[in-house]
């Protein structure tokens, strides 16, 4: 599976992006979804992830009711739809996807395939 992730840029506080993660392969229906991100010399940190039909969803707290994770499996693309954004929020944003049943896991390291990443950065 390759994964290529879209959408970052230069934000002012308060502002939204939507971020994409287009996949290649045939059976992306059948993975969950994830995304995660990154600071310098920091841990990859959990954002949100999506269950393989898009009916289980879960956020890390620090952006429940402002990030919005979602998928089409038509389109072999998930998303995330980022509002209220706050300069916190800075980092590079990667997607990830995870070819064995691992719920909505928040550890990276059970993630097998992932985007190269694109990078959100919020202005205050």
């Known amino acids: 599976v390759q994964l290529q992730a879209s959408g970052g840029g230069l934000v002012q506080a308060g502002g939204s992006l939507r971020l994409s993660c287009a996949a290649s392969?045939?059976?992306?229906?059948?993975?969950?979804m994830a995304w995660f991100r990154q600071t310098p010399g920091r841990e990859r940190e959990f954002v949100a992830a999506?269950?393989?039909?898009?009916?289980?969803?879960q956020y890390a707290d620090s952006v429940k009711g402002r990030f919005t994770i979602s998928r089409d499996n038509a389109k072999n693309t998930v998303y995330l739809q980022m509002n209220s954004l706050k300069p916190e929020d800075t980092a590079v944003y990667y997607c990830?996807?995870?070819?064995?049943?691992?719920?909505?896991?928040?550890?990276?390291?059970?993630?097998?395939?992932w985007g190269q990443g694109t990078q959100v950065t919020v202005s205050s």
């Open positions: 990830a996807c995870a070819a064995d049943n691992i719920g909505l896991s928040p550890r990276w390291y059970e993630y097998d395939y």
């Open positions: 999506i269950s393989w039909n898009g009916g289980s969803t």
């Open positions: 392969g045939r059976t992306f229906s059948r993975y969950v």
